[in-house]
């Protein structure tokens, strides 16, 4: 028998909500729901400096005017150090942790562009000094940590992407597990949550998809399981940006003095292909709907 689906919610509450991140909500929401699964809500408030707990009442609040439940309790990320730090030790047991002592414009300096994309690779820099320019360099520079990784290419079949590979050392590079602050970082953070959520089915955005690769490879690496992932195209501006949140770009709270629940819902669903026009409706009247062949691969301007 095929294993339950269990998706996820995972807002950055960084700020209020905007229709991008409406955007895989929704999808994330229709892609469990619909195969009879369970979804549930994490909060990925780690950093200190952007994060907020009423940020995070806001997206619980955005969430269920939007028709969109969960089940369980809401996670949140800052109270679970103690899991990323006993998979970082591990890590670092089987050496494959260093410090690193750059700071942005030397790690940028000793990096190599993405053959695609022009994001910086790290070249490995801090990985080749010795004991002693290590301990120099600590007595006036508070170290952030890298993982070390193999010449290796890790390919895997997206639900909405299909292939896709990467070569982890010539296009990713060794990444930072831990800043220098001490705050652990992303790639970390969501692989061992996923696996301790019991999360099977990952859906979020394009631009995630190039980070996909090294959290299979942290999952082989500390014995966890792989979901399988979905990447969405991304809702762009008129102008092509991204749409973000320190811009307001359709901001959730702006978009709530035009629209209603239901017809936001229903212009999603129609940027989705899954409805012939933009009308109003629930999420649960898009359940029978929804269906990967029809979502659209490419990035989309966001509805108006």
């Known amino acids: 028998m095929a294993e339950a689906v ?36 994490r909060l990925e408030d780690l950093d200190p400096d952007r994060c907020r707990r009423e940020y995070c009442d806001q997206i619980m609040r955005d969430l269920e005017w939007l028709g969109l439940d969960w089940d369980g309790q809401p996670v949140y990320q800052s109270e679970r150090t103690a899991s990323y730090a006993a998979a970082f030790r591990e890590l670092e047991g089987q050496g494959l942790i260093y410090p690193c002592f750059c700071t942005r414009a030397e790690r940028l300096a000793a ?62 590079g060794d990444f930072i597990l831990r800043r220098s602050d001490g705050v652990f970082a992303y790639q970390l953070a969501v692989v061992v949550d996923d696996a301790i959520m019991g999360v099977n089915q990952v859906v979020r955005g394009r631009d995630l998809l190039s980070s996909t690769p090294r959290q299979l490879w942290l999952q082989d690496r500390l014995g966890l399981p792989h979901p399988e992932y979905g990447h969405l195209p991304l809702l762009l501006a008129p102008d092509g940006r991204r749409l973000a949140k320190r811009d307001r770009d359709l901001e959730l709270g702006r978009l709530q003095e035009e629209y209603t629940a239901p017809q936001l819902v229903g212009l999603l669903a129609h940027a989705a292909r899954l409805t012939d026009r933009p009308e109003a409706a629930t999420p649960q009247e898009l359940l029978p709907l929804f269906s990967w062949e029809k979502l659209p691969k490419e990035n989309i301007e966001a509805p108006r």
């Open 111 to 172: 990096s190599a562009p993405h053959q695609s994309d022009g994001t910086a690779v790290y070249n490995g820099r801090c990985a080749r000094l010795t004991a002693e320019e290590r301990a120099e360099l600590s007595k006036s520079r508070r170290p952030a940590w890298r993982v070390r990784v193999p010449e290796k290419t890790i390919t895997f079949c997206d639900l909405l992407q299909k292939n896709y590979r990467e070569d982890l050392k010539r296009e990713c």
């Open 6 to 41: 269990r998706g996820r919610f995972a807002p950055s509450p960084s700020g209020r909500m905007h229709l991008g991140n409406l955007w895989s909500c929704l999808l994330a929401w229709l892609a469990a729901r619909s195969a009879g699964g369970e979804i549930v809500l």
